[in-house]
């Protein structure tokens, strides 16, 4: 009887939190969340299938052959009579690789306070708990080129000098355990040219004296925002990452010594020049280096969407990847193409809630196929079997509030 109330208690506070929501006035709280789910099938047979090259992030629309939800509270605790605020907020989530998130578990994503409007902190505030942490994303990829996401404490957005200065200090990233303590800076808002300014990051990893074979880490990242390019905004970053800091931001696998280095270089943009007429595009490359050799991921995609009305929109995604391996031989290769015909709620480029029907072709060689998971799409035991090519259709939905 324990148990099962220990597996119902998630649900059961998401339920009593949106319950809450459907008639809290934004005063007394916010309920926000994120979720994607579609159902789709291949021109070889069964379920949908989704095409990425090895280890490495791929486009991302009509293929995605997972489902994914994370619903979110976010409430002021208290308010002191001299304004302070002290805010709480609670996210569980759900994932599954497959289409199906009926049995899936809920856990919790973020479980933190904010201590806001301190008569010491000149408007930076003061957090403690699990969080997800400076994570821009290139959406196009789902791809988050820094992921600070953890368990700890610190000061974000504290006036200082021409920028504002935050630092979070972590114990076990959420998405593994590891025995290391992780020191993250950032230094934002600088600015640099008209409408544009630099964020600076660095991530410092300090391993436990206990962990026999451990190593410390770090990483750094230099990212140029640029505002009001083509009715939308373009991001270049330069980053690189050592030992445990080769999962920018965050804490990687601190086995890992000092001779496994990272290096990034990216562009990405996403437009809005008519109201009609909006986009994203992204350049990429990334070279880690090791005593084992050097492997090279190199991406270039394009999405325009054009909307034929204020509820219908036409999308075309293109994307290559690219890996020239670290032992040597023919480099790996991918092409996708997506067609989606879409529903939205309104014309631009970022507005959700999405419904998709959608085509997508894919081609890769023989050097993909030959590294790719055995049974995995791409891989000469997968659905297509020996074939380099391949269909996929299905619809999707995707929103966020």
């Keep these: 009887m324990k148990n099962c ?11 009593a939190l949106s319950a809450g929501t459907a008639f809290a006035s934004d ?23 989704c095409y990425g090259l090895e280890g490495v992030a791929k486009y991302r629309l009509g293929n995605e052959c997972d489902s994914d939800g994370e619903f979110g509270y976010t409430k002021e605790l208290l308010k002191a009579s001299n304004g302070a605020s002290f805010v709480g907020t609670f996210w569980a989530a759900a994932y599954t690789p497959t ?3 009926g049995n899936e578990k809920l856990s919790v994503a973020q479980m933190f306070v904010e201590a806001k409007n301190l008569d010491f902190m000149h408007g ?6 699990k969080r997800y942490y400076n994570r821009p ?3 196009m990829l789902d791809f988050k080129y820094l992921h600070g996401d953890g368990v700890g404490g610190g000061v974000t957005g504290l006036p200082l000098g021409v920028g504002k200065f935050s630092y979070g200090l972590f114990r076990n990233d959420i998405d593994k355990q590891v025995s290391a303590t992780r020191h993250s800076f950032s230094y934002d808002g600088v600015a640099v040219n008209t409408d544009g300014s630099l964020k600076f990051d660095v991530s410092l990893i300090n ?22 390019v083509l009715g939308g905004d373009n991001k270049f ?21 000092s001779d496994v280095k990272r290096t990034r270089v990216f562009d990405t943009i996403a437009w809005q020049v008519t109201p009609e007429f909006g986009g994203s595009a992204v350049a990429l490359v990334q070279k ?9 991921w190199t991406s270039v995609g394009v999405r325009p969407v054009y909307a034929l009305s204020d509820n219908l929109k036409l999308q075309l995604e293109v994307g290559h990847d690219r890996i020239k391996p670290a032992g040597g031989g023919e480099t790996q290769q991918l092409t996708k193409v997506t067609f989606a015909p879409t529903i939205a709620a309104a014309k631009g480029f970022w507005s959700r809630p999405e419904l998709r029907a959608f085509l997508t072709y894919a081609k890769w060689n023989s050097a993909a196929q030959a590294s790719a998971t055995m049974g995995s799409t791409l891989s000469s035991s997968g659905v297509f079997g020996g074939n380099t090519n391949g269909t996929s259709a299905g619809l999707q939905v995707e929103a966020w509030w």
């Design 5 to 15: 109330i220990l597996k119902t208690l998630p649900a059961a506070l998401i339920l």
């Design 237 to 257: 970053g330069v980053q690189y990452g050592v030992g445990a800091g080769i999962k920018i931001g965050g804490t990687g696998d601190i086995m890992l010594g």
């Design 137 to 139: 994303d290139i959406h």
């Design 99 to 101: 289409s199906d998130i």
């Design 124 to 129: 930076g505030v003061v957090w403690i708990g």
């Design 288 to 296: 880690d280096k090791s005593n084992a050799g050097s492997q090279t």
């Design 27 to 49: 005063a007394e709280g916010e309920f926000h969340g994120y979720f994607r789910a579609g159902v789709g099938t291949n021109s070889a047979k069964g379920e949908q299938a």
């Design 207 to 228: 391993k436990d004296a206990s962990v026999e074979g451990a190593h410390n880490g770090w990483s750094a990242s230099l990212i140029h925002i640029q505002d009001k």
